[in-house]
């Protein structure tokens, strides 16, 4: 089935670094969604991403559509505190009406 | 706009009984999709409902099952608990456009715990 394979799965960095991540896929994706999730609560939409190559901010979070419609990034500049948790990709196949997730990335900031 | 609510936040039950989680979505969103969530596993699909039918379903066994109202509400069923069947499930609900893009909105979760 379609899979999408989030990278990396855990990140332990200093507080002010930038930080990256990505999804990539063997499938073709017409939306790529990037949310993030608080321990407990449910994730939250960060960015909304519709056409191949758009690249959108929102703050300090930058997030591209890859050219190839089989990947995405996330990137948070100068991280802080509150950017702990875990990151989510997601990809939506127009066809099977289908939205799919990455794994997801654990951030650790370390102050 | 009232966001995606989930009922009861917080659930205890014991092995063998069944549980009934529920799901109000964003006021005019016709999609309602669940996610059963473990430590370490990431959203797992459950199913999606869409204007009451069945649209998506990921491989869960039939004790898992779901349904939607004709106002977009949706419950999901779990009958004969396991002990693996602790999770956060998780409901989301779009407004769906089709093949166009579609932004899912998250409620806060319900955590069960069976004992």
């Known amino acids: 089935g379609q899979q999408l394979n989030q990278s990396p799965q855990s990140m332990f960095i200093q507080e002010g670094e930038d930080v990256s991540m990505n999804c990539t896929s063997s499938?073709?994706?017409?939306?790529w969604l990037w949310y993030k999730q608080d321990p407990g609560e449910g994730p939250v939409l960060l960015i909304a991403?519709?056409?191949?190559?758009e690249l959108t901010s929102n703050g300090r979070l930058t997030a591209q559509f890859g050219i190839t419609r089989k990947d995405s990034f996330l990137n948070i500049s100068a991280s802080i505190p509150s950017d702990v948790g875990i990151y989510f990709c997601?990809?939506?196949?127009?066809?099977?009406?289908?939205?799919?997730f990455g794994q997801g990335t654990r951030l650790t900031i370390n102050p | 706009k009232a966001g995606v609510t989930q009922t009861p936040r917080y659930l205890i039950k014991t092995r063998g009984q069944q549980v009934t989680l529920s799901c109000s979505p964003i006021?005019?969103?016709?999609?309602v999709s669940w996610y059963q969530q473990t430590p370490g596993q990431g959203l797992q699909f459950l199913f999606e409902?869409?204007?009451?039918?069945?649209?998506n379903k990921g491989n869960f066994p039939g004790r898992f099952s779901g349904r939607q109202f004709s106002n977009s509400r949706s419950e999901m069923n779990v009958s004969t608990l396991e002990l693996g069947d602790s999770a956060l499930y998780l409901c989301?609900?779009?407004?769906?456009?089709?093949?166009?893009?579609?932004?899912?909105?998250f409620g806060q979760g319900t955590r069960l715990t069976v004992v």
């Open positions: 499938s073709i994706f017409n939306t």
């Open positions: 991403l519709y056409k191949a190559g």
């Open positions: 989301a609900s779009s407004a769906d456009r089709g093949r166009i893009h579609i932004e899912a909105f």
């Open positions: 006021s005019g969103h016709r999609s």
């Open positions: 409902y869409f204007s009451e039918t069945q649209r």
């Open positions: 997601a990809g939506y196949l127009g066809r099977a009406q289908k939205l799919v």
